[in-house]
């Protein structure tokens, strides 16, 4: 059981947009630590996606856009496209644990 | 550009140990916090040590602590990761992970290609 829960899947259509929730707690999220979002795609390893809730490396299309309320935090993915056919990690500090948690991780069917 | 590799995975029977290792190219190792985050097959992920860049602080996830240490070698731009009293259960990938910070937060990245740990007998 993870500490940040994320739904085990979401699905949309080419060109439609999807949105992937991440919950936490008062000891990491709603402590008002910041969220990172990571990709994976089938068989590699995870990739940077968006970090301090909200920033996009530079590469990553402006189709995702991460957000947070609370003690959620949420990816936002427009124009959704074959290639977003991946997993995806929510990941945040934990005052509790003292150290770095994740997401259970999403599966996006495109 | 930045590259992190991961070596030392391989077939590891239960109660054995190993050491893995990785190796950073195309930037100072020793001016970043290193993690180490594993995978079990077909689950998610799991971070488990982190260790600052002078080795002043370290920090373990509750399920590894006292079984598994971060080490690392500035001189030779590597992080380390020794494993020991291994069960079924630390069969994953293990990624190494640098972690960036700025603005009062931070984030990991790059991340290494993995390298695989499998406990069997």
């Known amino acids: 059981q993870s500490v940040l829960t994320q739904p085990p899947s979401v699905s949309g259509a080419p060109g439609q947009r999807v949105t992937i929730s991440c919950t936490g707690s008062?000891?990491?999220?709603?402590?008002?630590?910041?969220v990172q979002w990571y990709q994976q795609l089938p068989e590699t390893a995870p990739r940077l996606l968006i970090h301090a809730n909200t920033k996009r490396p530079s590469g990553v299309p402006d189709r995702f856009a991460g957000s947070n309320s609370g003690t959620s935090a949420f990816l936002a993915i427009t124009g959704l496209q074959v290639e977003d056919e991946a997993d995806y990690y929510c990941?945040?500090?934990?005052?509790?644990?003292?150290?770095?948690?994740f997401g259970g991780g999403t599966k996006l069917t495109v | 550009e930045e590259q992190l590799v991961e070596s030392g995975g391989g077939l590891v029977s239960p109660g054995g140990s190993l050491r893995l290792s990785c190796a950073a190219s195309?930037?100072?190792?020793?001016?970043?916090?290193m993690n180490w985050v594993r995978q079990p097959p077909g689950k998610g992920l799991e971070w488990l040590a982190s260790?600052?860049?002078?080795?002043?602080?370290?920090h373990y996830a509750d399920s590894v602590k006292g079984r598994f240490t971060i080490s690392r070698d500035n001189a030779k731009n590597s992080l380390y990761l020794r494993l020991r009293s291994l069960t079924g259960a630390d069969t994953a990938v293990y990624y190494c992970a640098r972690e960036r910070a700025g603005g009062g937060t931070a984030w990991f990245d790059p991340w290494g290609q993995g390298t695989l740990v499998t406990v069997s007998s």
């Open positions: 008062s000891s990491n999220i709603g402590a008002g630590y910041d």
């Open positions: 260790i600052s860049g002078s080795s002043t602080n370290l």
């Open positions: 990941q945040c500090h934990d005052t509790s644990l003292n150290g770095w948690v």
């Open positions: 195309g930037f100072s190792l020793s001016r970043y916090t």
